[in-house]
């Protein structure tokens, strides 16, 4: 769980940094140049961590549920009448079982 909320809190400082640039309209509506390219680049890569993040933390939350599943709960023992076996008789002796 402290990995969770490590990963949130950077996704969090993640994405408020990738809206800083996109937020402004004017750099949107001039032309590309080297300066812009680069804020494009850093854009896709912060997307790119920002799905490695997002991945992780489902791959995470997908384990627990997995480990969740796999816990065995111990069945009660099933309660099965006792039969008593019959009498084994050979001869004049009697073997077992006749009480």
């Avoid at 991945?55 to 309660?79: C, K, M, S």
Wanted: charged share 15%; net charge positive.
């Amino acid at each position: 769980m402290p990995q969770l909320r490590l990963s949130t809190v950077f996704m969090s400082a993640v994405l408020a940094t990738v809206m800083l640039p996109v937020a402004a309209p004017y750099a949107l509506a001039q032309a590309v140049t080297p300066t812009n390219r680069n804020i494009l680049i850093q854009q896709n890569d912060l997307q790119a961590l920002q799905n490695r993040i997002e991945r992780r933390q489902f791959q995470q939350q997908q384990q627990q549920y997995r480990a969740q599943d796999r816990q065995i709960v111990p069945q009660p023992r099933p309660q099965v009448p006792v039969v008593k076996p019959p009498c084994q008789v050979l001869g004049n002796a009697i073997l077992a079982g006749c009480r």
